[in-house]
């Protein structure tokens, strides 16, 4: 690809991803302005961090100088500050050049093997800092407006935002045990920035081949989880941010009470959502049961068989927009003059019932279900899938239809040790050999095995949330249960 010249020509890499490099091969030395290079003039070398703000400022002022000529401009720093990139943008703007990002996409391990290989190495910890910036760097630059983002290390140049998977062109991903592990989102410590936090998030999930990512749909915290006052976004909109990431992960809720928006509604959201992201959408439903939140946001909450109803109407609802054809549909108790919904979901997005009341829940995941959520206890569970079956015959429904998944909430520590700090962190006032045998307390290695009896049992899915996820780079003691 042939990029324009004169440019402004941004870098934007890890320690050792190969900038200098890149740069010294296609432009002149004076073309190049490099902070390392200005480190070595002000300070005592190339690695002199002390000198760091003068060189910065020296490269400031080159830039500026450079740009206000018009003449074509490369600057080579790690280009992982978002602040003085933009700046740069800015400044090629106002000089009427156009502005180039080029990112340095070399593998991780690549990266720390040559920055060891180096004479002055940049520490472990501040290059796994470079590398987990580089994640997001992609998306970031895409919201920014380069006229060209080029990815070097792939061979891909593209313009634009990247393009993401679709359902189509992702394998599906399962453990060897044969379960598909999707992590269920429910706490949200996101500190000062929830879009970077959940970007960062979810593309570390893609990193560690999790199947997909669940989101809680709730208006307020519920008690079982946190306290009121913490933040949880409302679902539709995270999954769309994330819908827009580079990523094979299936999206979707665990679960939409449909008590709190038409179903009809709901549909439309995950028609949006599979057309997004290609086919990758899911919906959980289930019939709501907490009321404070709808009646803090002025939702009406009826009684539970009324619920129940407005669950089996809303599937059937959903199901009914999704179908070809805007036909008028008439279900048990609903009637719709006509079904025009567009877009349509790019495929068929499966439907997971939440909650195991066995006379009419578990019936109706049985009737309607592409997937019945149920606890992961495996006496529970077992106990659940047998009245499910039941349903299934007494309704004349292929049990293989309708995909067993489970809500799992375990303990995952990176050993023995610190499995138990983590119960003890947690457990409230619960007795700790209790807590720690509900939540399965131990290694990501105990929890797959008994993810292994689980998927013997017949169980397609695990939803795994972790009471303790911090962000991203806390997913990484997950990677074990993953292999
Ligand atoms: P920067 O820190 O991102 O500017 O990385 P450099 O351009 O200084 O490259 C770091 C090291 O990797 C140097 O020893 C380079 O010779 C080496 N290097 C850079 N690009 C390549 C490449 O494409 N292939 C190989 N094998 N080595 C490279
Ligand atoms: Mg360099």
Redesign the pocket.
Known sequence: MRLPDPALVVLV?A????????AAERYRPQEVVSSDALRGVVGSGDHDLDASADAFAILEQVVAARLGRGLCTVV?TLGLDAVRRTGWLAAARSAGLPAVAVV?ATPDAECRR?NA?RDVPVPAPVLAGQLKRMRVAAEELAAEGWDVVVVDGSGAAAEGPPVPHTAASTPERRTSAGVEVVLQVSRFPWGEDPARWLTGLALEADRLGLAGIALMDHLVQIPQVGRAWEPIPEPYVTLGLLAGLDTGLRLGTLVTPLTLRPAGVVAKAVATLDALSGGRAFVGVGAGWWEREHLGFGVPFPSARERLDLLEDGIETMRALWAPGTKAWEGSRVRLPETTCYPRPAADVPIVVGGSGERRTLRIAARLGDGCNLPSDPEVLAAKVAVLRAHCADLGRDPAEVAVTVLDLPVVGHDRDDAWRRVERLRGRTAAATYAARHHAGTAATHAERYEKLAGEGVETVFLALADLSGPEDLERLAPLLA
């Open positions: 890499g320690s050792g991803s190969g900038k200098s490099t890149w080579d340095l040559r290989a």
